[in-house]
């Protein structure tokens, strides 16, 4: 439980239940144009999210720009998609028009559909909370408490283990289970997944976030390891706006006009 010295939360609060994340891992639709597929992030697939799922419930979004890296596993944008509950996501995602053309989008920066050789595909999926196992591909979080990410600390890591990804998943069950049972009393809110051989993680801290990344006990290639930085997004998906300066190595936390609790 969160500490009881534990600082105020806002008055415009909306914690949510730690699997009420879409939990994202973006491969771009072509690695050859990667300052165009940065440009349209900032410029439009970041900010029209915001703006569209706002709307729809999402109560916290949390974009990362990853870096290039040699290991094809590693995402070119990760993002915490957080929403009042998986059932208005269900609802609102499909049952909506606006709900349903910006899933549209994804198609035109993304690679989406079945895996190929070489070539990842985006995913998009709920954590559910680490028990016994720590499946490649499966999101994670580790506490249940209930949490808005959009207000407090947040920082996320991307690492590459130079080895096995079953020995990789080994290492990090048996490290999030040690500190499930011991975490920092700052720390309430991380969710993890491990692709392959790389681990991603984001942490949401009631203070500052911690300046040293989690060590689960295998030497790690560190990719992207940062705090994230507030934005501020233009309401209105019809005003003259020219988005936001994406960069590789930039993690977001992006405030938006939220619908009230």
Known sequence: MPASNAPTAPADSQPVAPDSV???????????????????????FIPITAQVMGKLGLTA??????????????????????????????????????????????AGVFVLGPPKAGQPSSVSTFPVLLKDACVSGQPYHLFTDAVDWYHGASDTFVGVFDGDGAKLAAAVLQAATA??????????GCILIVVDNVLIYWRHWQGAASAGAWDV???LRTV?????QVVHINPSEYASYPGLSAKAGQFFNVHFQRLSA
Do not use: C
Not at 80 to 99: F, V
Not at 224 to 228: E, H, K, M, P
């Open 22 to 44: 879409r939990v994202w891992r973006g491969y771009a639709l072509d690695r050859t144009q990667m300052d165009a597929f940065r440009q349209a992030l900032g410029a439009t």
């Open 61 to 106: 979004y949390l974009p990362a720009i990853v870096p290039g890296d040699a290991a094809q596993s590693v995402p070119d944008e990760i993002a915490l998609i957080w929403y009042r509950s998986q059932a208005e996501y269900q609802q609102n995602a499909s049952g909506t028009t606006a709900g349903r053309a910006y899933q549209k989008l994804h």
């Open 224 to 228: 992207l390891a940062t705090s994230a």
């Open 179 to 188: 500190l499930q049972k011991n975490r920092p009393a700052s720390l309430d």
């Open 217 to 219: 006990g295998l030497p």
